[in-house]
């Protein structure tokens, strides 16, 4: 019997997967444009394409952009939630680019996107993403924490330091914010809604902030909530903070999801 590398697998798992996710053509540029990005700069951009976005994307040359693209269209990070139905109001805190924010705007074609991104870069790449859902979307160039405050983007490199791994710290005594910081519970009394659908959560940390702080003003109006927990110590204050919240809670991949029944 011939025995496969564990490694082969793997490689030939991912191939599959996105081909039967972006289709055969697509898959062969996604595939090429991985190649190529170890040696661009991030001076340029290209349009990338998924079943699953309404609309072309567009991808930074030298940056992160792709790998996220890989991670929601292309493994399917969100599928935890493709059972849900009647999304209404979807917040998307650290939304990045704004891939995840197209995946659920196409996704739950009746749904409005309220999506915050601090990063500047970022954020200029998001809003160019996501100008064809503009009448569906709410994009603000801020963080979420645990009340309003001013911060600034921090200069202590978190994860790979790349553009997905940006994060912010509060502006210190006599420095000038770069913006201003919003909570959730204001994101939800000031969308119009009276619930939130989905709540994404993928703050490179900064959830130990936010459920530190007293979170019963707006966790009861959430009914499906995703985040991604980085390290012990966070996933000790979130899962303190939802307690008792009537959340069924699984996993899928990184994200740690809660479902009200």
Known sequence: MITVPSRI?????????ATVNLGIPQTAFYLFQRMKQQALAPKHSFPILSKRAAYPLNCRTGTSDLDVFGQIFVQREYRCLYDVTGVDLVIDCGANVGYSSAYFLTRFPHST???????????????????????????LQSAVWSGKTGLVMSEEVFGDGREWARTVREARSGEEAEISAIDIGTLIRESGHQRASILKIDVEGAEEIIFSADC???????D????????EHCERIFHEAIAGRGYSISHCGELTVCKRA
């Open 9 to 17: 697998l793997s490689k030939v798992r991912s191939l599959a997967l």
């Open 113 to 139: 996107v309220i999506c915050v991104e601090p990063d500047p870069g970022n954020f200029r790449a998001l809003e160019s993403n996501l100008k064809p859902y503009e009448a569906r979307v709410k994009a």
């Open 216 to 222: 019963a003003e707006w966790i009861d109006k959430v």
């Open 224 to 231: 499906n909530l995703v985040i991604e927990l980085h390290g």
